[in-house]
Every structure is written in structure tokens, then in C-alpha cells.
């Protein structure tokens, strides 16, 4: 039993007629030769959309994935963070002195034991944001943190750099000063 080809199904089955079949025939002839003929490419309008949007389904990958990878990299900062937080943190007192900061022009509280305002006060220690409340850190730890997120460092005190264009630089300021 011998297959039949899908034009002689078609006409078998009635969906088409033999004018029509040889005129197809005679197109992709004609076509064929063209091609030959001129060295000319037919554009083939389907291969052409299918490119296109294969490009755009590429494009539309790469946006996704460097959306993925800026999330990424943001939750292992905020992990690195967290862990040197966690590491480095001084002991803070409920008991102890308050030690008052400005954060956003407001003015905020810590209590830390009295070494640890004097050090707050020497810029040896910082006070970093974590988790919505206020940590003491060392200042090295400080640095490392707002070189990955800078907003998270909040009490600084003036650098040299600033201390020598103050006004009353030449002033003391009282160790026992409280506020």
C-alpha cells in the first residue's frame, strides 16, 4: 500500500483543486529559480518573526537575570552586614548612662556603659543601624560596613579633615558633659 503525498490527500479529499495545485507548483518552481537565477534570498517572512522574537525572549532573559542577580547580591550584603554586626557588637546597658545621637535630624538615645561613650566620644567605637535598633561596633567594623551599605552607619564623628575647619576646634569640650 502505497502512501499518498499530502497534495494528493488534499485533492482526495476534495479541499482543493488541481488548478490550484498546479499553480502552487509553478510558484515554488518559478521561486526556485529566481533563487538560482539572481542569487536572491526570498525572504522567508515566518523564519524572520520567529527571530525577532526569539532576540526579544533573550532580551527579556538577561533583564530577568540581572534583576535575579541584584537581588542576590543585596541579600549577601545584607548577610555580610549582619554577620559582622553580629561578630563585633559591644555590650549595651539598660542601666547605663544614655548616650544621645542625631539620625535623620532627630535626636536619638543608646544606653552604653560609660567606657563605651568615651570611646563613642574618641571615635574608637560607631553606632551602626541593624535590624531597626541602634548597635555599637568598633570602627574598623564600621568602615567595612559603609563600604557595602553606608545608610547603616549612623554616629560618626568629625573626621580630622573636619576638625581643622572648625571654629571652635581650639575649645574643650567637657569628658563629663551630659545632655
Given at each position: 500500500?502505497?502512501?499518498?503525498?499530502?497534495?494528493?490527500?488534499?485533492?482526495?479529499?476534495?479541499?482543493?483543486?488541481?488548478?490550484?495545485?498546479?499553480?502552487?507548483?509553478?510558484?515554488?518552481?518559478?521561486?526556485?529559480?529566481?533563487?538560482?537565477?539572481?542569487?536572491?534570498?526570498?525572504?522567508?517572512?515566518?523564519?524572520?518573526?520567529?527571530?525577532?522574537?526569539?532576540?526579544?525572549?533573550?532580551?527579556?532573559?538577561?533583564?530577568?537575570?540581572?534583576?535575579?542577580?541584584?537581588?542576590?547580591?543585596?541579600?549577601?550584603?545584607?548577610?555580610?552586614?549582619?554577620?559582622?554586626?553580629?561578630?563585633?557588637?559591644?555590650?549595651?546597658?539598660?542601666?547605663?548612662?544614655?548616650?544621645?545621637?542625631?539620625?535623620?535630624?532627630?535626636?536619638?538615645?543608646?544606653?552604653?556603659?560609660?567606657?563605651?561613650?568615651?570611646?563613642?566620644?574618641?571615635?574608637?567605637?560607631?553606632?551602626?543601624?541593624?535590624?531597626?535598633?541602634?548597635?555599637?561596633?568598633?570602627?574598623?567594623?564600621?568602615?567595612?560596613?559603609?563600604?557595602?551599605?553606608?545608610?547603616?552607619?549612623?554616629?560618626?564623628?568629625?573626621?580630622?579633615?573636619?576638625?581643622?575647619?572648625?571654629?571652635?576646634?581650639?575649645f574643650a569640650v567637657p569628658d563629663d558633659l551630659m545632655w
Amino acid at each position: 500500500m502505497k502512501s499518498l503525498s499530502l497534495q494528493d490527500q488534499l485533492l482526495k479529499a476534495g479541499l482543493t483543486s488541481k488548478s490550484k495545485v498546479h499553480k502552487v507548483k509553478n510558484d515554488k518552481r518559478k521561486q526556485t529559480q529566481r533563487k538560482q537565477k539572481n542569487k536572491e534570498q526570498v525572504v522567508d517572512r515566518a523564519a524572520v518573526l520567529a527571530q525577532e522574537a526569539k532576540a526579544r525572549q533573550l532580551e527579556n532573559d538577561r533583564l530577568l537575570n540581572e534583576k535575579r542577580n541584584r537581588k542576590a547580591e543585596k541579600k549577601q550584603i545584607a548577610a555580610q552586614i549582619a554577620q559582622l554586626v553580629k561578630a563585633n557588637k559591644l555590650p549595651k546597658d539598660d542601666d547605663a548612662p544614655v548616650f544621645h545621637f542625631t539620625y535623620n535630624s532627630e535626636i536619638k538615645s543608646i544606653y552604653v556603659p560609660e567606657k563605651v561613650r568615651k570611646d563613642l566620644i574618641a571615635e574608637k567605637v560607631v553606632i551602626v543601624m541593624f535590624a531597626g535598633h541602634y548597635e555599637v561596633v568598633p570602627a574598623e567594623i564600621a568602615t567595612k560596613i559603609a563600604e557595602r551599605d553606608a545608610r547603616r552607619v549612623i554616629y560618626l564623628e568629625k573626621s580630622a579633615a573636619d576638625k581643622t575647619d572648625d571654629e571652635y576646634a581650639d575649645f574643650a569640650v567637657p569628658d563629663d558633659l551630659m545632655w
